[in-house]
């Protein structure tokens, strides 16, 4: 089974922190995203990797910044929290797109609160 | 890129009767169609998904429908529990490309 794990349930944070979300995954998945989701806006992408040491912006980039050193491991990084950043953060990973059955599946982790006061 | 809609944004049934999810998509490349059920505080959850080539799937008391011409798939449920009730994305993936755009979501609340 699959495993996406997102090292804090709960976080708070003051406006103007840096700060780091990070997403571990068990099946070497090339792909990896982070997506923030807020009620009535649905999933909405901020970046997302394809393999190590590469990245791209999605719908929301802005004020987000990402990092994936490891195969299994990729950082969301806040460079200066702010109150608008207050969300639920959602990792996702999934194998390439090129086809098959298990191809195109997402897998999610349980998600980060942050809240920014 | 791709624009997913989703409609309604929350849904009250009974327990027993059917609910029924749309969700429209901009891009004719989209190919691949996946729902996902996220239970109070628990993560998405795939419950089903239907690609481009076939127009109708059923698992159990789930099923998917898409039409391509119209851009159009839904989810239907049937014999609805309390244990659906939950808030159901879908979202919408062309081939080889790694990016999934998702619908704003349904809240299903199935009254006992």
């Known amino acids: 089974d699959v495993k996406v794990t997102q090292s804090s349930r709960y976080l708070v944070k003051r406006t103007g922190e840096k700060v780091f979300l990070e997403c571990v995954q068990d099946m070497d998945h090339e792909n990896m995203f982070w997506y923030r989701q807020d009620p009535g806006l649905g999933l909405r992408l901020i970046y997302f990797s394809y393999d190590v040491k590469m990245k791209e912006k999605g719908d929301i980039p802005e004020g987000y910044s990402v990092s994936r050193e490891k195969k299994e491991r990729f950082s969301l990084i806040l460079e200066s929290a702010s109150t608008n950043q207050t969300s639920m953060y959602l990792c996702a990973s999934s194998p390439p797109g090129t086809g098959g059955a298990e191809a195109e599946k997402l897998f999610f982790g349980s998600g980060t609160q942050l809240s920014v006061l | 890129g791709e624009n997913v809609e989703q409609h309604p944004s929350t849904l009250s049934v009974q327990e027993g009767d059917s609910a029924v999810i749309k969700c429209t998509y901009s891009?004719?490349?989209?190919?691949?169609f996946p729902w996902y059920k996220q239970e109070l505080g628990k993560r998405p959850q795939l419950i089903i998904d239907i690609r481009s080539n076939v127009g109708e799937k059923k698992d159990q008391r789930i099923a998917v429908t898409l039409n391509k011409t119209a851009k159009h798939f839904s989810l239907h449920i049937t014999e609805t529990q309390p244990e659906d009730s939950a808030v159901y994305f879908c979202a919408a993936r062309a081939y080889n490309f790694n990016k999934f755009y998702f619908g704003s979501g349904t809240k299903l609340n199935v009254k006992p």
């Open positions: 891009d004719s490349a989209s190919n691949y």
